[in-house]
């Protein structure tokens, strides 16, 4: 069976889990898909080990032929990023700079360290010995919140426009970051476990510095080709070739690809396609990019459930992970209490602020792929499915009550405020400025 039998069992089954979430269960869409996908498989896991549908092994063999890191992260991840970069204010954002690039940086080093701490402690108690570099690049891979669970959560669950900013402003900058930490840890574990500080803060700083001025530069080359033709299908596919293109001259370049395609991103949503489109151009460009989204979306929702099937079933590292939920939890609020309690100083917050960034602070596919990117041995048995029990948690649990946790700390936004992650085509008078000529 070949890769595109795989994706066509893939997007049938999405489109079956899709209807039935649509017609009956009416979650939101990626929660509902995760969850059919997840009791599908533990049901093809009791049937096959009670040895009266062995479908198990078959389907074991159809997941492995799909590497789920490349698929994700050389391949969705570009993709879903520019999508959800492409209807977030720019200006919103800026307003939001320091709370925002702060929780992205100190906030998922803090984290890191903390979560590293708690999983080494708790691993040896329950007498899982995993050395300490393993733990720390656990911490780097759990740490950032997930921007495609993320905002495809927050654009249902009616937070204030500022919140929503620095919620959907995090997500779409902290993988990056996560992953520049998480790859710097990994070089420092083939190093022989010597971590040289210069050596990992001139690689942080390439990776991210790079990925960032890379971004810019082809999303301010693509605004300029945009300006110049009035053809909507052109206009699509320059931005398509933006992300693909875009994506894999970062990886050739060594610098961070999703921070490279989130600044793009950012950059084509805002100057072009105020000033660089017509009103019909955005029309077809957003509906475009929103389709892109929910499909990729379904499909890698319905995959994470699959991807049970091929996770190392040990009942201690099960345990392990659920005994680690609150400590991740509790390393979230702290790092995140620590950046708004220092920007407090200078800005007021709203009631309930960090309880709430805690709670949506949402981890998804990302994190499980990078689990999976460890090297081959016993820390990446444990850690395997650690990382998967945290992340059904998260998504399941904490997405499932993100929208009743916000209604009891912050007031509803009115109905005159702009959604900065809005659905495409309510956003296009966000700046204010009419479209310039082509």
């Given at each position: ?156 669950a009616g937070a204030p426009k500022e919140l929503e900013t620095t919620i959907a402003g995090e997500s779409l900058f902290n993988d990056g970051m996560g992953v520049v930490i998480f790859l710097a840890l990994l070089a420092t574990l083939a190093n022989g476990g ?213 209604s009891r700390f912050q007031p509803q936004p009115s109905g005159e405020e702009v959604s900065t992650t809005g659905p495409p085509g309510t956003s296009d008078d966000r700046s204010g400025k009419a479209p310039g000529p082509h």
């Open positions: 069976m070949g890769l595109y039998d795989i994706l066509v069992i893939l997007v049938t089954l999405a489109a079956i889990f899709a209807y039935v979430n649509a017609r009956y269960l009416r979650l939101p869409r990626t929660i509902g898909l995760m969850a059919m996908s997840l009791a599908v498989s533990l049901v093809l896991l009791t049937l096959g080990r009670a040895g009266i549908l062995p479908l198990e092994a078959q389907v074991q063999h159809l997941l492995g032929r799909l590497d789920f890191y490349d698929t994700l992260m050389h391949g969705m991840l570009g993709f879903l990023l520019f999508a959800g970069a492409l209807h977030v204010n720019f200006d919103d954002l800026l307003s939001r700079g320091w709370i925002i690039s702060g929780l992205a940086t100190a906030g998922v080093l803090a984290s890191t360290l903390l979560v590293g701490g708690f999983a080494w402690a708790i691993l040896r108690f329950l007498g899982l010995e995993v050395d300490f570099l393993y733990c720390l690049l656990f911490g780097a891979l759990i740490s950032p919140t997930d921007p495609i669970a993320v905002l495809g959560i927050m654009k249902q010597q971590m040289h500080w210069q050596e990992v803060g001139v690689l942080f700083g390439l990776e991210a510095g790079g990925g960032i001025l890379l971004g810019a530069g082809l999303g301010l080359l693509c605004y300029q080709l945009l300006k110049r033709v009035d053809n909507y299908q052109v206009e699509i596919l320059l931005t398509l070739s933006l992300v693909m293109g875009g994506y894999r001259l970062a990886e050739l370049l060594h610098v961070s690809a999703p921070l490279a395609i989130v600044v793009a991103g950012l950059l084509v949503g805002n100057h072009g396609r105020h000033l660089g489109m017509s009103p019909m151009t955005r029309r077809h460009l957003d509906t475009f990019w929103e389709l892109v989204d929910e499909i990729l979306n379904a499909v890698l929702f319905v995959l994470i459930g699959l991807e049970i099937l091929l996770l190392p079933h040990d009942l201690w590292a099960l345990g392990a992970g659920f005994l680690l939920i609150p400590f991740v939890l509790l390393a979230r609020f702290l790092s995140v209490g620590g950046v708004v309690r220092i920007l407090a100083r200078f800005r007021s917050f709203g009631r309930g602020t960090v309880v709430i960034l805690t709670w949506a602070g949402l981890r998804g596919g990302i994190s499980v792929a990078l689990a999976l990117a460890l090297p081959a041995g016993p820390e990446r048995d444990i850690l395997i499915p650690v990382t998967y029990v945290i992340m059904a948690f998260s998504i399941l649990v904490q997405g499932l009550t993100v929208t009743p946790l916000l």
